[in-house]
């Protein structure tokens, strides 16, 4: 899967490789978490968008609305939740989207406190 291979390139990049075997240290597997969507594409959900202005207010990294918010939303939830999916260290690639924030701007400027 595309994700697989994400995956084997990040390890391989961070050296977390098994030279000798070729399988890598962290024993990760593609799981898919669903039920973050909300109402639809591109749809902004209160979770959401207090995930948008926590993470953009404490590490200055804003997330688009359609994908990587609530992406990091399903994340912080389940983290919440003591998922045992989810270690003490998480890695989350955020992969841009930028554009996604500008249908937004009204909504998001009271919540990133722009006003």
């Not at 359609?66 to 998922?83: I, N, P, S």
Request: hydrophobic share 35%.
């Amino acid at each position: 899967s595309e994700t697989s291979r994400i995956r084997s390139e990040l390890e391989e990049l961070l050296g977390l490789e098994n030279g000798k075997t070729g399988r890598t240290r962290t024993g990760l597997s593609d799981e898919i978490i669903d039920g973050f969507v909300g109402p639809g594409y591109a749809q902004l959900t209160e979770g959401c968008a207090r995930a948008i202005g926590d993470l953009a207010k404490e590490e200055g990294v804003v997330l688009d609305p359609v994908y990587t918010a609530k992406a990091f939303w399903g994340m912080r939830q389940r983290m919440k939740e003591k998922d045992p999916r989810f270690g003490k260290r998480v890695l989350f690639l955020h992969t841009g989207g930028v554009f996604g924030l500008f249908p937004h701007a009204e909504g998001l400027s009271e919540i990133l406190a722009l006003k």
